[in-house]
Antibody
Framework: EIQLVESGGGLVQPGESLRLSCAAS????????MHWVRHAPGRGLEYVST????????YYGDSVKGRFTITRDNSKSTLYLQLGSLRPEDTAVYFC?????????????WGQGTQVTVSS | QSVLTQPPSVSAAPGQSVIISCSGS????????VSWYQKLPGTGPKVLIY???RRPSGVPARFSGSKSGTSATLGITGLQTGDEADYFC???????????FGGGTKLTVL
């Protein structure tokens, strides 16, 4: 069974940093690119970032570019998202997701999400 | 970044059918494959349709998808109260190198 389990969320103040993790199981992690997507109350799904199978190529949504960093450790089947210079508008549930095919397609399998709250 | 356009809300009575549209403005959308997701409060999105019209195992045949040019649709027949949720379309835009999502459509089953 494919499982994605996010962790690392919490309450932080504006300007602070946080690192999210996503532990993957049930498939060969290194065969797939991976996504991060977030969902804020009353708002739609928002694209955050994608990383290639090897980790050498990364993409970011406009609202997080320059502040967030996506990485992966294929030896641990774990995806990471380093959140920096956090703003109140970054408050959301953050999901990691795997595409159906190896790369170049949208999320298919999703985790349950981890809550990030940015507030003073 | 461009987004996909969905109606904010649709509603219908139990047993009836609805169609939710998703239109794209990106020049690459016509060549992209669309997925549809159901989002319930407190849970991760669930994929209902992928590759425009393919249904994952376990998703009832009441859910169907189609795509023509720069417009995709999700159809739901035999509406149930349990279908009340937010529905999103999504695609990978190769030109923008980003996942694009629609703004979401809230389905109310009256």
């Amino acid at each position: 069974e494919i499982q994605l389990v996010e962790s690392g969320g919490g309450l932080v103040q504006p300007g602070e940093s946080l690192r999210l993790s996503c532990a993957a199981s049930g498939f060969t992690f290194s065969d797939y690119s991976m996504h991060w997507v977030r969902h804020a109350p009353g708002r739609g799904l928002e694209y955050v970032s994608t990383i290639s199978r090897t980790g050498t190529t990364t993409y970011y949504g406009d609202s997080v570019k320059g502040r967030f960093t996506i990485t992966r450790d294929n030896s641990k089947s774990t995806l990471y998202l380093q959140l920096g210079s956090l703003r109140p508008e970054d408050t959301a549930v953050y999901f990691c997701a795997r595409p159906y095919y190896g790369s170049g397609n949208p999320p298919h399998y999703w985790g349950q999400g981890t809550q990030v709250t940015v507030s003073s | 970044q461009s987004v996909l356009t969905q109606p904010p809300s649709v509603s219908a009575a139990p047993g009836q059918s609805v169609i939710i549209s998703c239109s794209g403005s990106s020049a690459d959308f016509g060549n992209s494959y669309v997925s549809w997701y159901q989002k319930l409060p407190g849970t991760g999105p669930k994929v209902l349709i992928y590759d425009n019209d393919r249904r994952p195992s376990g998703v009832p045949a009441r859910f169907s998808g189609s795509k023509s040019g720069t417009s995709a649709t999700l159809g739901i027949t035999g509406l149930q109260t349990g279908d009340e949720a937010d529905y999103f379309c999504g695609t990978w835009d190769a030109r923008l190198s980003a996942v694009l999502f629609g703004g979401g459509t809230k389905l109310t089953v009256l």
